[in-house]
């Protein structure tokens, strides 16, 4: 599958600081691609290197075939993480202006407009003044805004983020209707359950690098399978079961118990009942993109990075 | 250029929609009625003043008839002087200089009580009842004046109501004084008729010059265009800082709403920002064309003549043009550099750091350009207008004065060349100001403009 957008050996300063480095990934065309860290992990700089709203300290992108994300920009739909429309403007006025600047018509920007916010179940909200609406709702308005020229490649920075599961469920059928309808989609997220329900590909950044590339089930297969156990266990007798790689104590109580490569799951359980441990409940669990990127990375992916934010 | 153009309509229409906007475009011609009406109403609402005049023992005698002959003298004047602007068809001027000219004085009685009585603490205390606000309004006065003679020369005590009323004071001052040299010119023999004549003679002084259109005496037509100048080195002076602030508040605001990182994904930081001079330049000039357009009505309906003359200076070797060239350069420089530094500001707190200074710079031509009326030449003048940030004002304001033309030349080089080196630091401030959260400081700004932010 040919490439919507490839990084190579991209790197961001700011002065003493390095935001991004040495980052290299694909995008394929027509894909949903996650693009996952903490705050401060660099996310948002990589998107505006892309966009070629900054240039790159080193390295080379190519997005939709050109060397610069402005050569391309009508190509391109983009949601910046920190959004606002003019408070004046309806919504219908905005799309169509936002449009305008990648080229559609000022007329078939408002038809189009129109369609997509009745869509969107804001067909009542149409002559409202942006400053009306409530914070979902100017959110949807600008993701419209954002692709209402029926872009080719769309970047989202932080899509989720302030919106109630509501409206992050409609916005995960937003995004999969682009990508059914031929574009290729890069989202970057902290909020890994998104990633792990829409993306076809996943890029995990820490600390300005790149931790992992690939599926999200190539991402989990990283993690080990645990086992949670409730009971009054002691951390060292979990331990000393076999196939078990580590024990994490829950603040509730509960033992966390990674399993070992490989391991199955249910010896542990036989020898622990057979140890006479007191196991109250228990659950085989599969790990999450959450625990891939805490196990890829060693970072939270909810917390924000420890590092200089110098830009 | 379509982007550019699209922006430009944007800002335009998001301004033409606010009231604030059709304010300023009434605000100017609505002052200007203010402004002419407001010192009529003040001095037509102006009460007259009941004054009593009290002549100290027989050597006085005769003096309050020289007030009284004064005030006549000064009444009939006016009613010249309204009659003969009336007569030329300005009624409403006639009416307006009959009730502006003139002392507001009338000369009543004085009560008994201070007439007869001699000085003294009980005249006294007979003043201050009869100037006091709470005395029925029948009996109050507003002055009373004692005329006397010190060595044969008129004296006057005068008592007003208010401590700070010096009306009635001056008004007797000058008749006592036009009286007395009447008085002395006819103790020396001169007729008084003569003395009529000589006191009513005004010299007729005409004006000439080399340099005047007619090639010798001097008109109106010679004095329009330094007013000219100076009208359009204000005008420019306005347009600057209105369009300049609407520039740096609707960056701000954008920078505010998040609107910029968006628009930058959309369009060049050069497109958006010439997007924005442009369209807040057009708003000026529609309020510019409006009041511009009043103007020449109001100009052409009350004085056809000196419209046509306000024309042929504008239009006497292209002067309008040169003040088209030092306007687009001056708001260019201006502009760009608000627009730059709302980029860096999200409240108008943020944008104080900068705009003192330049807000600073901008007060120097507004001093300078009086100058330049009087004294074109004068040397601050002239080495001020080569200063390209006053450029634009100050041979805005010496231009019909026929500056040399190298200087014309020279002068307008430095502000284009100044204008583009002001639109590429604002190019490069306004894209690293728009994508950054860093709080504006010289160093901050100076850092973008490097290309080290």
Known sequence: MTAALTLEGVTKRYGDFEAVRDLSFAVPK????GFLGPNGAGKTSTLRMILGLQPATSGRIDILGASDGRLVRDRIGFLPEERGLYKKMTPVEAIAFFGALKGLPIAEGKKRAKVMLEQQGLGASQKKKMKELSKGMAQKVQLIASVVHRPEFVILDEPFSGLDPMNQQGLEEMI??????????????????????????????????????GSVDEARSTSPRFLDLEGDITPDAAAALPGVANVEALADGRLKVALLPGAAGQETLKAAFLGGLDVRR????EPTLHDAFIGLTGDHPDQPAVREIAQ | MKRTLLIARREYVAYAKTVGFWLSLLAFPLFAVLGGGIPLLIRSAEPIKAVAIVEEGPQASGLAAVVQSALKAEQDRINQRAQDAAAKGQAG???AVASLGGPKIRLVPAPGAIADASTGPSRDEAIRHALDKSTPDDQRLDAVVFLTRQDGRPAAQVWTGRANDSDVGDFVRSALRTGYREEMLVSAGVAPALVDQIESFRPEVKAFSPNAASGGEVSMRDRLPSFIGLGAGFLLWSLVLTGASILLNSVMEEKSNRILEVLLSSASATEILTGKVLGVAFLTLTVLAAWGGLGAFVLLSAAPQTAVQV???LLHQGLVFYFIAYMVGGYLMYAVLFAAIGAFCETPRDAQTLMGPIMMVLIVPIMVMQMALTSPD??????????????????????????????????????????????????????AGALSDVKLSWKSFGRAITGRG
């Open chain 2, 93 to 95: 001027a006639g009416r």
């Open chain 1, 30 to 33: 027509g894909s949903i691609c």
């Open chain 1, 176 to 213: 999969r209707g682009l990508a059914a309808d031929g574009a290729t989609v890069l989202f970057s997220t902290h909020v890994m359950q998104h990633a792990e329900r829409l993306c076809d590909k996943v890029v995990l950044l820490a600390r300005g690098r790149k931790a992992f590339e």
């Open chain 1, 282 to 285: 228990f659950a085989l669990k």
């Open chain 2, 378 to 431: 004068a040397p601050v003048v002239k080495i001020l207008s080569w200063i390209p940030f006053f450029t634009p004002f100050l041979m805005s304001a010496r231009a019909p004065s026929d500056p040399p033309l190298i200087e014309i030349i020279l002068t307008l080089i430095g502000m284009f060349a100044t204008a583009a080196l002001m639109v590429w630091i604002a190019g490069r401030a306004f894209r």
């Open chain 2, 311 to 313: 024309g042929q200076v």
